[in-house]
């Protein structure tokens, strides 16, 4: 079966550390780029970052660049988030999705499969 | 950043009827090189993850009915579902890929009046 599954979500404190996991399964890994999507409770989608089918390309939204490090290693068929300096506005369930590939090699495309997601909560 | 604003925020429609949900891009998403608008939608039904429904601006998942439909180009698009069933019940977010962030809307909230 064709799936994401995300794991490492839960409860931090203001200012610390989380590592996100997505395990990807039923499709060859190395041939897509990758997304992380996050969702806060009761708002919209908000693209966080995107990764280069061999790691060697990656793009981040302004307000994570240098807190949130993608990754991914395509050994273990697994994408990363790094999330450090977390803050309030921090918690949302956080997606990984696929990069469409149907029109070409991309990371300008659409995200095709999404996994269930997995809470995020910054609080004291 | 592109930023994308949906109109309506929510909107009810009767089962049978068609549902039109407005989405406008603060620049163009139009690629001159090969005339693609870079402009997907996705449907969100409550506690999961998102669809993709339409890439392209109009053009359909595999598998997606076609009474959903995405139309437009440039800055101003569409996702029209022409007989709303009680099953297309969620939230609808359009997304721009042209230029990172790949920004998506706010959400429409679809219901049964």
């Known amino acids: 079966e064709v799936q994401l599954v995300e794991s490492g979500g839960g409860l931090v404190q203001p200012g610390g550390s989380l590592r996100l996991s997505c395990a990807a399964s039923?499709?060859?890994?190395?041939?897509?780029?990758m997304s992380w999507v996050r969702q806060a409770p009761g708002k919209g989608l908000e693209w966080l970052a995107n990764i280069k089918e061999d790691g060697s390309d990656k793009n981040y939204m302004d307000s994570v660049k240098g807190r949130f490090t993608i990754s991914r290693d395509n050994a273990k068929t697994s994408l990363y988030l790094q999330m450090n300096s977390l803050r309030a506005e921090d918690t949302a369930v956080y997606y990984c999705a696929r990069v469409d590939r149907s029109s070409g090699d991309s990371g300008y495309r659409s995200l095709d499969l999404w996994g269930q997601g997995t809470l995020v909560t910054v609080s004291s | 950043d592109i930023v994308m604003t949906q109109s309506p925020d929510s909107l009810a429609v009767s089962l049978g009827e068609r549902a039109t949900i407005n989405c406008k891009s603060s620049?163009?998403?139009?690629?001159?090189?090969?005339?693609?608008?870079?402009l997907s939608w996705y449907q969100q039904k409550p506690g999961q993850p998102p669809k993709l429904l339409i890439s392209?601006?109009?053009t359909r998942e595999s598998g997606v009915p076609d009474r959903f439909s995405g139309s437009g180009s440039g800055t101003d698009f569409t996702l029209t579902i022409s007989s709303l069933q009680a099953e297309d019940v969620a939230v609808y977010s359009c997304?721009?890929?042209?230029?990172?962030?790949?920004?998506f809307g706010q959400g429409t909230k679809v219901e049964i009046k």
């Open positions: 997304q721009q890929y042209y230029s990172y962030p790949q920004t």
């Open positions: 392209w601006a109009s």
């Open positions: 620049q163009s998403v139009l690629h001159t090189s090969n005339k693609k608008n870079y």
């Open positions: 039923g499709f060859t890994f190395s041939n897509y780029w």
